[in-house]
């Protein structure tokens, strides 16, 4: 009841609807039902029943989604903290059970309810975590910190049935190939058990997971295309552009799991303007069939995430005066929340981005008019939602005084 009532509430206004909590109705209607809620939750846990801890998981999803309806990116990275801790002690029970000759009971309740949609479910929120431009929820995470890989990439089947599976699939490689880069990032160079300290991104050199994906997913749309409905087909373009990122973010990856070079990203431009076209459909789609009497387009939700950090990408990493603006022109063609990704924060802070990279240049007419010292290298945001502001971090050679990347700081409002 609190999600519908929230949900119905921001369709029908305007993304800064929740900036004045306490004078919208809606909003406190829905933040009562979403206490009496956490009140059912709390004594129906207390009984440790053997479905409390499928239960638990549910109610954190439920929780995590209504955050991020309200725009409350920090509030979901915590409920998604706290899942990943529940979901962790399940897993661990599971083994032991399983390992174990005792017939104790254990809270096991449905496995296959968690294996199959809320494991998958935490997968995907892990991709949104380790993607966003806040990543202090991944420094203080216990779980993701110990996240272990196994022995390789995820297997992909010969054939790919149906878009969930295709899904599935990609979600996988996208969540062993972000792990990787991100721990290389934060220094965890070995993953506990290993032994000496290894670079864990080496092995996304000559990794062809995404490739084996792309034959698989084209071989399911040759023969399975055109049974497709509408929203399958817009289903298929999602998952084309997210494999078209993760393709280039892959192919830039240095071994220190981020880019050492900025201009690497030049030679993407043909990819980049891929993705915007199909960025562009897909939106155009979602406006016709979402515009109101004022011809206005309704904003728009999703769990998952969609355009919005694909267009933040380009727009970020795409030097091409023309396509990184189309992608920012696209940012604000309508209001979008995907996940913990909003779509006005991430125009904003990419129009703030721009600036400072092209400040000082007479003649900006491709990539090669903006210099490598102009560059921005890297970007850590910390998100105030509550008061609609970003504090960011940025490095740029062309501060760098001894060789090394002085990081300078500002605020961004949206």
């Known amino acids: 009841m609190a999600l519908g009532s929230l949900h119905e509430k921001y369709e029908a206004s305007c993304p800064s609807f929740l900036v004045n909590q306490e004078a919208n109705s809606a909003q406190q209607f829905a933040l009562m039902q979403c206490n009496k809620a956490i009140s059912h ?47 962790h002690g399940w897993q661990e029970a599971k083994n032991n059970y399983q390992s174990s000759s005792s017939n104790a009971l254990i809270p096991l309740c449905n496995p296959d309810v968690i294996e199959d949609n809320l494991i998958r479910f935490f997968g ?76 864990n991104v080496a092995g996304l050199h000559g990794y062809d997971g995404l490739d084996r994906w792309a034959a698989r997913f084209d071989a399911f749309l040759k023969h399975s295309g055109s049974a497709l409905s509408a929203r399958d087909i817009r289903g298929a373009t999602l998952l084309k ?24 990203f030049d030679k993407f431009s043909i990819e980049f303007v891929d993705i915007l076209s199909l960025a562009a459909s897909l939106i155009n789609a979602e406006i016709s069939d979402g515009v109101t009497e004022a011809k206005q387009a309704r904003p728009s939700f999703s769990f998952d995430m969609g355009v919005v950090p694909p267009l933040y990408y380009i727009a970020v990493k795409c030097r091409e005066p023309s396509i990184r603006r189309q992608a920012l022109s696209l940012l604000l063609a309508s209001p979008r929340r995907e996940g913990v990704w909003d779509g006005l924060m991430a125009a904003r802070i990419t129009e703030r981005l721009i600036a400072i990279e092209e400040e000082g240049l007479e003649s900006i007419t491709d990539c090669a008019s903006i210099p490598g010292s102009a560059r921005i290298t890297l970007v850590n945001a910390s998100m105030y939602s509550d008061q609609r502001r970003a504090f960011l971090e940025y490095t740029q050679p062309r501060y760098s005084t001894d060789g090394n990347l002085d990081t300078r700081e500002m605020w961004v409002s949206w």
């Open 41 to 87: 939750l709390s004594k129906r846990l207390r009984m440790n029943e053997e479905d409390s801890m499928e239960i638990a998981l549910i109610a954190c999803v439920l929780f995590i989604t209504f955050e991020q309806l309200q725009g409350n990116y920090e509030s979901a990275l915590r409920h998604w903290q706290q899942g990943k801790k529940v979901l």
């Open 124 to 199: 995907r929120l892990d991709v949104q975590a380790i993607t966003f431009i806040d990543t202090r929820s991944l420094q203080c995470d216990e779980t993701w910190q110990s996240k272990k890989p196994g022995l390789g990439p995820p297997h992909i089947p010969d054939k790919i049935s149906s878009l969930s599976e295709a899904r599935h699939y990609l979600d996988e490689q996208l969540e062993w190939m972000f792990y990787a880069a991100a721990r290389a990032i934060f220094r965890l160079d070995a993953w506990p058990g290993d032994g000496e300290n290894t670079n």
């Open 241 to 264: 552009i997210l494999h078209k990122v993760a393709s280039i973010m892959l192919l830039s990856t240095g071994l220190e799991g981020f880019v050492a070079d900025e201009t690497c």
